[in-house]
């Protein structure tokens, strides 16, 4: 039994350090891109101008997230713009009282809406309003152009260190994405017919959606088609049969030959190394043993089960392209669809903006947020009192995850980050000392980073502080009206942004969910329809799990809120695990038609559509879902038979008695 006096099991959850690994690059460029510009200023008699530079870089840092070159580009380059835009807004509005709250309003509705666009215009608008928040009530050093120039020299100098290696690494990052796409691969036939699969298919999903976004992203602004570009979407591709196989695989029982997942990530070593030549799978070692090949047959004169020559095939397959010297330019498929030119996306990505209900009501969230915020510290004299919208706009920003966790984990963050702060301003000497401090407490910031939220917060807090210092000269004073301030900004952001705003829980998750069972109920059909050609089924199944991705993550975010959304979201989560097993056992009744299994009656397939379907009805229009039918029945022994079990366990997750 739970001790009353233990945490709660949602703020367990929320505060459990994440397991991704340092980025040690990061690291790096981190110290040395926010204490060089402090040296700098030091020793040219300007601290405060080295100072700003830093502050600047902080918003390269936090924004430096991506393997690719090229999209650090815009991961860092596009943001700074908005950043520097912001923080001229906000020097015009500078002491003009009320005005000024109108007009950081409006920035922050502006702000809310640009973050449903995607990644890198969420981080624009971030940084539109934080600046804009700063500028406006912070004295920055004259004349009106000087404070955005320093603190965009800043962000720039950390795109300069990010891109230093490019002439050298100009394809390492792809290159890097595939491989580790080829060692989940491995790892998922490595735990086929174990426990441990669903887990290794998750990570297979993340690390396809990874690798595609990066080649897609490439391909979008690549003139031609590049013979590296070409390779690359090649190796990519052809993993996509070894995915499909993986789940006939599991559900045969039986685990693979060890020599498969050594051949493919053998495969993966000649991706990132760009091996070309004569594929080997399974030949003999010169002074060792034999080691098991791909295409082991379980003994003499036995006949090869269809999962088993499935993965064969898709297996010799994938080598053969991977150690291809030169693949068709022509002939090479984009799974996911070609993306448009980038202009055509920005207008697309207005108009949705301009005539969605969301980007309306997360803007509007914020706006009015801000707009408190800014009230307030006009009403009530409060030392530093941009702090207080900073505040709220990390908390608030809804893209980022649960409002409600945010604020507790900022709160936690920020006391844990101002035991340091207070220590390193009360020990340590202004002046030189600062500069070795900044390159360690910088340095901990993408680490930090890589663990949660708090564990952001408590590395940049007093980093701030150290450099707001540096600017005001107030020493261990400012530590106190740090903590009140986030502490009200925290307040504003769950009364105003949380409370207020009783958005049903069922419509944020549930429909998603709904949205998946009927889209899975259509590639059931897709796969045994004979109008289907294997590219657009494989189209079909790849947006599915991404999907899929994006539900389990929501679900995620909602487990770490209070009850009783927290606990809504326990009590639906099997059903979110279900959906994935009948995605799986599809795709392994195709691949067993595919390779010998007699084709399902029509009647059988319309029948387990027709299920799903009134399965996505029930998730979206109650809690206590559908009942339990016992008419789904078919032929015990063909191929749906796996995939009628599944979808008889999902709708029992969700039947009255469950």
Sequence with gaps: MQSRLAPPAWLVRTLTPQTAPIPWPAVCRAGIAMAAPLAVGLAAGQPAYGALVSMGALSGVIGDTADAYRMRVFNIAVPQLFGTLGVMLGTIVFGHGWFAVGALTLIALVSGMMSTIGAVASVSGLLLLLNSVIGAGLPLPGPWWKAPLLLACGGLFVLFLALLAW??????PERAAVAAAYRAVADLLEAAGK?????KRQAVTQALNTSYDLILARRARAHGRSGPFVRLLSALNVLIPLVEAAPAAHLHGAPLPAGIPAAVRDLADAVETGTTGKPDLGAPEADGPARPSPGHRPSAGAAQAPSELAVDVALRHAATVVYETGPDPYNVDDR?????ALRIRARRATRNVLLSEGSWRYGLRLALCIGIAQSLVSLIAVPRSYWVALTVTFVLKPDFGSVFSRAVLRALGTAVGLVTAAAVLSQVPRGWWDVPVVVLLAALIPAASAKGYAYQTAAITPVILLLSDVLNHQGFALVVPRLVDSLIGCGIALIAGYLLWPESWQTRIGD??????????????????????????????????????????????????????????????????????????????????NHGAPDPAPA??????????????????????????????GDEEGVLAPLRQEVSAARAITSPDA
Aim: aromatic share 8%; no cysteine; glycine share 4%.
């Design 512 to 593: 998603r969910l709904a949205s998946a069972v009927d889209d899975t109920a259509h590639y059931v059909e897709t796969a045994f329809g004979p109008a289907t050609d294997h590219a657009s089924r494989t189209r079909q199944r790849r947006r599915l799990y991404r999907d899929l991705s994006t539900v389990r993550t929501e679900f995620q975010r909602a487990l770490t809120e209070p009850p009783p959304t927290g606990t809504r979201a326990a009590a639906w989560w099997p059903l979110v695990v279900a959906v994935e097993r009948i995605v799986d056992a599809t795709t392994a009744a195709r691949v067993r038609v």
């Design 604 to 633: 059988e397939v319309e029948a387990v559509a027709f299920h799903l379907r009134e399965l996505a009805v029930g998730v979206r229009s109650s809690d206590r879902l559908v009942e339990v039918r016992a008419d789904l029945a």
């Design 167 to 172: 002439p050298f690494r100009r394809q390492e």
């Design 336 to 340: 996911l669809g070609l993306p448009a």
């Design 195 to 199: 426990d441990t699969y669903d887990a």
